[in-house]
């Protein structure tokens, strides 16, 4: 089955700690995309990638990080930097010609 | 950069009857204008699409509506039934930030009651 995979699903760390959240498409699609969702806030875009080893910032880059060094992968890590990281995170992915976005299931960080 | 408006944030509907949800939009170079329907605890789906070209495009009881001159867009959702349930979220490309980049608007969560 074609998909997008995040995990973990759920996902408890204390402040100050960093974490990775995983994003694994096998779509064969080449771009990628990070959004954070809160509560009556919509999606936030947080990092985007087009292509393999280059990335853009979103509207909410400040305290995460990417990196895109497979075509398949675009993990997000949230730095101690982010100051209000719980939040629920979705890794979507769009074939490069446009149309429809593609969406994981989400991995929820609660940060205690 | 592109902004996106959602009204109203919450609707809630008798079964059988219309849902309607608007949505606004800033940047007069945006061509494409995608709507998502998100249930309780699971990934948001697209559910209708349409493009600067069209001022409409219907599926079965979906409908959207493109107003160019006025930059607003709207889901029509007909004889509305409880699996309608759910948030729906409309959204923007602006065209400046190339085809990668799509601004959501808020979300509005619609409650069909039996």
């Known amino acids: 089955d074609g998909g997008i995979t995040q995990s973990p699903k759920y996902l408890f760390r204390k402040e100050g700690q960093n974490v990775t959240l995983s994003c694994e498409q096998n779509?064969?699609?080449?771009?990628m995309y990070w959004y954070r969702q809160d509560p009556g806030q919509g999606l936030r875009l947080i990092y985007y990638?087009?292509?393999?080893?280059?990335?853009q910032k979103g509207d909410i880059a400040e305290g995460y990080s990417v990196s895109r060094e497979k075509k398949e992968s675009f993990p997000l890590t949230v730095t101690s930097a982010q100051k209000n990281p719980t939040a629920f995170y979705l890794c979507?992915?769009?074939?490069?010609?446009?149309?429809?976005?593609?969406f994981g299931e989400g991995s929820r960080l609660t940060v205690l | 950069g592109e902004n996106v408006e959602q009204h109203p944030s919450t609707l809630s509907v008798q079964e059988g009857d219309s849902a309607v949800i608007k949505c606004t939009y800033s940047d007069s170079a945006s061509n494409y204008f995608p709507w998502y329907k998100q249930e309780l605890g699971k990934r948001p789906q697209l559910i209708i699409d349409?493009?600067?070209?069209?001022g409409e495009k219907k599926d079965q009881r979906i409908a959207v509506t493109l107003n160019k001159t006025a930059k607003h867009f709207s889901l029509h959702i007909t004889e509305t039934q409880p699996e309608d349930s759910a948030v729906y979220f409309c959204?923007?490309?602006?065209?400046?930030?190339?085809?990668?980049?799509?601004?959501f608007g808020a979300g509005t969560q619609v409650v069909v009651t039996p």
């Open positions: 779509l064969n699609h080449d771009a």
């Open positions: 959204a923007a490309s602006g065209a400046t930030d190339s085809w990668g980049k799509l601004q």
């Open positions: 349409i493009r600067s070209n069209v």
């Open positions: 990638s087009q292509i393999v080893n280059d990335f």
């Open positions: 979507a992915s769009r074939p490069i010609i446009g149309g429809e976005l593609f």
